[in-house]
């Protein structure tokens, strides 16, 4: 079974923290290049952040630079989130998605990266509230 799945979200408050993980199962997570989105309320999803494969690069949503990194744990098949003084404008379902085809770089998150999606994970929500 080839799949998705993202843990670590919850409740926290403005200015807090949290590390999102997504684990795949039925393929090796590290041969993709992988994508984090979110979904606000009310919204159109959108790509937060992406992780390429052997090139260590990354890209971020210009919202979110220097508050977000991206990094793969090998070991655990997993490509990691980790979330710095959150904001209210954060909240939302975020989604882990691999990138089509194997070992392509990552794409414009802007334009291009919803458009190569192979694998989605069902989310994991993340709330921003005092």
């Known amino acids: 079974q080839v799949q998705l799945v993202e843990s670590g979200g919850g409740l926290v408050q403005p200015g807090g923290s949290l590390r999102l993980s997504c684990v795949a199962s039925?393929?090796?997570?590290?041969?993709?290049?992988t994508g984090w989105f979110r979904q606000k309320p009310g919204k159109e999803r959108e790509a937060v952040s992406c992780i390429g494969t052997t090139d260590f690069s990354t890209e971020y949503l210009d919202s979110v630079k220097g508050r977000v990194a991206i990094y793969r744990d090998n070991a655990k098949n997993a490509v990691n989130l980790d979330l710095d003084d959150l904001k209210p404008d954060d909240a939302g379902v975020y989604y882990c998605a691999t990138v089509m085809p194997r070992r392509r770089p990552c794409p414009s998150l802007e334009s291009d990266l919803l458009r190569v999606i192979g694998v989605w994970g069902q989310g994991t929500q993340v709330t921003v509230s005092s």
């Open positions: 039925g393929f090796t997570l590290e041969d993709y290049g």
